[in-house]
């Protein structure tokens, strides 16, 4: 029995996370995170047998695009906050789209597992434009009566990147 | 004061005066010579030995833009072939990695091992009435293949001189990050892969010697270091007296410890003068690179004059305890790759050069690599502007010879 409220509570998080990435409100952004946060992006590749969701995926322990805790995240944002981070010099106008939202509860009520799907619109100086296109596997935890973001594993739906990089956040 | 024109470039590369057409780095005929000159006859890096330990474990890569099979067969040997059917072309392998002992084409069936032969054809006798002679369809093996320090290279060219001759030297200088322990390196699982819209060269060439844009372009890490957990200071912290010292490239923390710790095995294995040296970042001519200090090897897949592939792989010592593997493996990730916070602000420099250099005024104006001219003496052992200047002396080298005779492997490029 899905609990709407819930799903509802969920979503507006989610949808407050994208609307803070997009107006660049990254140490705002910051603070969704608990500190013991695993944010994780591993690779994609085509393996033989593609028959397990897990295939093609590298593991932990393996290289990944990203593989973050609060401090490295701190670090990025404020690297970014710098004005030198030449890579968004000028800042990337960016469009995050979040769909396909379920909510699984745990046995807590204090924690949730969420998946969604994104579409994160970037374009760049004159007539730069990349789409990223993936899935997240969040675990969100009540910390002081506020949602925060205890585990985030994201999927680009790349194996080969079709971007000169990844200098934003999903 | 004379503004230098494209006519007073000597060539392409005017080494002597520390200039460079801009044509190199956009024209589609200069690109497709490249692709004859260079990537059909040079030694060309395809992957590491512990990619594909195990029989008929493989691995899909790329010579130029041919892709290619990297095999090892049931016998133990690697091989490389073109990955393509010899029948109508298709891939006869879909995945970049995995174990198999055959390949069959998904378009007709012609079915190879992994030693290349041609082993199946359907229809061999209805449609080809048993006379298509099978040993001359195998994959399309390369000229030759060899291994340094668990480094697989190949060439399409038979004529190609020797790996070892065709370094000229520089696999000493390879040990800095390939020698370091008796059990040699090996590559941990995954991969950045991405492309950007800019000529391979400018990469390849940062890689060899751009040592000048560190201060400017990576900028932001001096002012907010990154990697805190295993560098207590980025490099960009090291006196500029330190720079050129044994392991200044390598700052404080687990790392470093580890390599201090192994400096004797070090000396003994690649001699004092290498060992002293602050570590390695440089290009194997043409496309590979490999960044000791970023524990990464990398190799720049050229796709058109105004494309890139980037493949890059983390590289470790097999002997080093776990979790220095894993803290140079999370370094790399912080540092390097499409995320990495240094080198994100790499591509979009190249992307623009690149773009620029096909304007039609902007053509007629040469690059300028004249750092350290007639200053080479105090370029340091790293060997500062006159390696960039080596590095398009090598190209254009490889771009006139007719025949290897003309290439002199003797000299120095490195």
Redesign the interface.
């Known amino acids: 029995m899905i609990n709407h409220d819930l799903w509802h509570e969920i979503h507006d998080f989610l949808v407050h996370e994208a609307r803070l990435l997009d107006e660049r409100s990254f140490y705002e952004w910051l603070d969704l995170f608990t500190d013991d946060v695993v944010y994780w ?3 994609r ?5 593609m028959t397990d969701p897990s295939d093609g995926v ?2 932990p ?7 973050e ?1 609060k ?2 995240l701190h ?2 944002v ?3 906050a ?1 004005g ?5 010099v000028p800042p990337s106008r960016t469009r995050h789209l979040v769909t396909n939202v379920q909510v699984e509860p745990s046995e807590t009520e204090s924690q949730v597992r969420v998946r969604s799907n994104f579409l994160v619109y970037r374009t760049q100086l004159e007539h730069g434009q990349d789409l990223f296109v993936g899935t997240r596997d969040d675990v969100l935890r009540k910390v002081n009566g506020k949602w925060k973001i205890a585990r985030r594993t994201i999927l680009l739906d790349q ?9 934003v956040f999903f | 004061m004379n503004t230098p024109t494209v006519n007073q470039v000597k060539g392409f590369v005017d080494t002597e005066r520390g200039l460079l057409d801009r044509q190199i780095f956009f024209s589609q005929e200069i690109y497709q010579q490249e692709l004859e000159r260079i990537f059909a006859r040079c030694w060309l890096y395809l992957g590491h030995e512990t990619q594909i330990p195990n029989p008929n474990d493989f691995i899909a890569t790329y010579m130029g833009e041919d892709p290619i099979l990297l095999c090892r067969g049931p016998d133990g040997r690697i091989r490389a072939f073109l990955n393509m059917c010899r029948h109508r072309g298709n891939r006869v392998c879909r995945a970049d990695q995995g174990n198999a002992k055959d390949f069959m084409c998904s378009y007709h069936g012609w079915t190879y091992n992994t030693e290349g032969q041609l082993i199946g054809v359907p229809g061999m006798k209805e449609i080809y009435f048993g006379e298509l002679d099978m040993d001359q369809w195998g994959l399309v093996p390369v000229a030759q293949l060899d291994i340094l320090k668990g480094l697989i290279f190949a060439t399409f060219d038979p004529k190609a001189p020797p790996l070892l001759e065709y370094l000229g030297g520089q696999e000493q200088e390879l040990g800095i990050m390939f020698d370091r322990r008796a059990g040699g390196t090996e590559v941990i699982g995954g991969a950045h892969k991405w492309v950007m819209n800019a000529n391979w060269k400018y990469a390849a060439d940062n890689f060899f010697g751009d040592d000048g844009h560190h201060t400017i372009t990576h900028m932001s890490v001096r002012r907010v270091p990154v990697d805190k957990r295993y560098y207590a200071r980025t490099n960009d912290d090291a006196k500029s007296d330190e720079r050129n010292s044994r392991l200044s490239l390598v700052p404080e923390g687990i790392i470093r410890d580890y390599h201090l710790k192994h400096l004797d095995e070090l000396v003994e294995r690649i001699g004092p003068e290498l060992a002293d040296r602050p570590g390695l970042v440089t290009t194997v001519f043409p496309n590979v690179s490999p960044n000791f200090t970023r524990h990464m090897i990398r190799v720049w897949h050229p796709r058109g004059p105004e494309k890139t592939e980037i493949w890059s792989y983390c590289v470790v010592d097999k002997d080093a305890p776990a979790e220095v593997k894993e803290a140079m493996r999370f370094h790399l990730t912080q540092t390097f790759g499409p995320a990495g916070n240094l080198e994100q602000d790499d591509m979009n420099n190249w992307v623009q050069c690149t773009n620029t250099a096909r304007g039609l005024i902007a053509r007629r104006y040469p690059q300028n690599i004249q750092a350290h001219l007639g200053h080479e003496d105090k370029a340091g052992p790293i060997g500062g502007g006159r390696r960039l200047r080596a590095f398009y002396a090598r190209w254009e080298l490889m771009m006139k010879a007719e025949n290897w005779s003309e290439v002199d492997l003797k000299t120095r490029y490195f």
């Open positions: 992006m591993p690779e590749y085509n393996a033989l047998d590298s593991k322990g393996e290289l990944a695009l990203f593989e805790n401090e490295t670090t990025r404020a690297r970014l710098t030198k981070a030449w890579a968004e194996a080969v990147l079709s971007s000169a990089n990844l200098s």
